[in-house]
């Protein structure tokens, strides 16, 4: 949706001006046309001639170009935008937006603007904290701008603290979710579950298995990228969610998975339950380490709550629930019977005996058969690409 859109990216003097450079590409390669517009500051940091090429247009630096005689009209170039992003933002010049000192071309171009405003801040975590610049971002803020949070970690004067500026791709994702009102899902709750869940046997062992929360973790970027709020409930897994914009959750065992996702079912659209939940627990769990004296050793197992069926149960007009099932024999008999069973839209099959699909791999090869029994095979894909099929399914269902 940032395809055609007129962006102007302002960048201040800073360290985090590296990232301005990938974010202009990330611009471009999603359609965008890029101007930037640096303050001389900024021009120490990174070269305006790596902006202009990876922008395809000139960078503004000053008022008057002296080279070639002409004046840069900080008000036709602000009315060309449809948005500005400041990236990164000091606390120099956002002290300047908020007080409406207009000494460079930057802040004429931020005066004269009538689009929406993103401000991405970069500074030392003192200079952030300082009451003088929190005071601004709040003037900032009620003036209507939209402030992209700064990240915590390792800053440029070996501090670590608050104040380092977001990644270029959450910069990205922050645009794109403020800006793609137009997106199918924009609007509307989502809740994915990932991974498998642990039960634990006493403080040092579980039971678990080999899922690994790539197809969840997929279908939760996916459903993001189409507009929708998404909150994401995983079971332990080494995947890290580069979009800020998911609200992830981590849980270990069944039961805590089942309270996470009966907190947020109710207010959901769409519900895809694609964790490997685990289907038994020990009945007790032993309090110290179970030392191994015995010749055999048994384990009482309970059944955990099937989640998915308690949500069929509870499940509104209009709300869209997607189950899983992995399946290694009579796949298809099996899967309808989950489907009726636990009351979903569809059921997503995965079959372990095809090749590449199922736990641990990067493809998957599924079969989704809905409530009216209309069933669809998909070719072996990325998990990426499986989770747009799944999403064009959800879309068919969702009123
Ligand atoms: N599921 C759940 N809660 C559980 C177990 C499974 O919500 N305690 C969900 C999974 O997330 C998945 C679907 O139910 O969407 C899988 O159905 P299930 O009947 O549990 O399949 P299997 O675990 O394979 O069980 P079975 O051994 O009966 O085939």
Redesign the pocket.
């Known amino acids: 949706m940032l395809k055609g859109k007129n962006i102007i990216l302002g960048i201040c003097g800073s360290i985090a001006c590296y990232k301005s450079a990938i974010l202009t590409r990330l611009l471009i390669k999603a359609g965008a046309n890029v101007k930037v517009v640096m303050t001389k500051d900024a021009t120490h940091f990174i070269g305006p001639l790596t902006l202009s090429t990876l922008s395809k247009n000139p960078v503004y630096t000053e008022y008057f170009n002296s080279t070639t005689g002409e004046w840069n009209n900080h008000v036709d170039l602000a009315l060309w935008a449809n948005y500005i992003v400041i990236a990164p933002a000091s606390a120099n010049t956002m002290a300047k937006f908020a007080n409406g000192l207009c000494d460079n071309i930057l802040t004429a171009v931020y005066l004269s603007a009538k689009c929406p405003i993103f401000l991405a801040p970069a500074m030392d975590l003192d200079m952030w904290k300082h009451p003088s610049t929190q005071a601004n971002i709040q003037k900032l803020l009620s003036y209507g701008n939209s402030i992209i949070q700064p990240g915590h970690g390792e800053l440029a004067s070996g501090l670590v603290g608050e104040g380092r500026m977001a990644e270029p791709e959450e910069i990205f994702h922050f645009l794109q979710s403020q800006t793609e009102s137009g997106l199918p899902l924009k609007g509307k709750k989502a809740l994915v ?1 990932a991974g498998p869940t642990y039960e634990a046997i006493d403080p040092v062992r579980f039971i678990g298995n080999h899922s690994s929360g790539k197809m969840g973790f997929a279908i939760a970027e996916e459903l993001q990228r189409q507009g929708a709020e998404v909150h994401l409930v995983t079971g332990p897994t080494s995947l890290k969610v580069s979009n800020k914009w998911i609200n992830r959750r981590d849980v270990v065992s ?1 039961q805590e998975m089942l309270s996470e996702v009966e907190r947020i079912f109710p207010e959901c659209d769409i519900t895809v ?7 038994y627990k020990p009945k007790q769990v032993a309090e110290n380490k179970i030392k191994k004296d015995e010749q055999e050793f048994n384990i009482e197992l309970v059944k ?6 308690s949500l069929g149960r509870t499940k509104k007009e209009g709300q869209v629930l997607v ?5 290694t024999n009579n796949e298809r008999e ?1 899967a309808l019977k ?1 489907l009726e069973k ?1 009351n979903l839209d569809f059921i997503v099959l995965n079959s372990l005996n095809d090749k590449g699909a199922g736990f641990q791999s990067d493809t998957n090869k599924i079969t989704i058969i809905d409530k009216y029994q209309t069933e669809e095979t998909f070719d072996l894909k990325s998990k990426e690409e499986v989770a747009k099929d799944i999403c064009s399914k959800i879309l068919a269902f969702i009123k």
């Open positions: 579950t069944a339950m694609s964790a490997a939940v685990a289907d955990t709550t099937d989640i998915l069926s189950g899983f099932a992995l399946e099996n989950k636990k």
